[in-house]
């Protein structure tokens, strides 16, 4: 019912910034919370920001501060605006859309930080 897919993803250097863009496909008119997850080689993925239908945010203490969660509703699209970056922040990043009933995720793009 919904295909989600990322970009804006690629390599830039420690305390660099970068904004990743999700694009929904299809109607989003049930989606109750959207989020931004990443997951490292060898890592769990991981629950970045959060974002509620009246726009609620929450972030993971690592990014707190650093990363902005946003949306455009009338382009069905989902932000994460990223600033101060580190190799920590190195991971696929992707996106999820939520419903009551329903469970959706992108393929992801892929974030590389390092000089």
Do not use: H
Request: proline share 3%; aromatic share 8%.
């Amino acid at each position: 019912q919904l295909e989600l897919v990322e970009s804006g993803g690629g390599l830039v250097q420690p305390g660099g910034s970068l904004t990743l863009s999700c694009v929904a496909s299809g109607s989003t008119r049930s989606i109750n919370v959207i989020g931004w997850y990443r997951q490292a080689p060898g890592k769990e993925r991981e629950k970045v920001a959060g974002i509620s239908s009246i726009g609620s945010t929450n972030y993971a203490d690592s990014v707190k501060g650093r990363f902005t969660i946003s949306r455009d509703n009338a382009k069905n699209t989902v932000y994460l605006q990223m600033n101060s970056l580190k190799p920590e922040d190195t991971a696929v990043y992707y996106c999820n859309m939520r419903s009551v009933l329903n469970n959706y995720w992108g393929q992801g793009t892929q974030v590389t930080v390092s000089s």
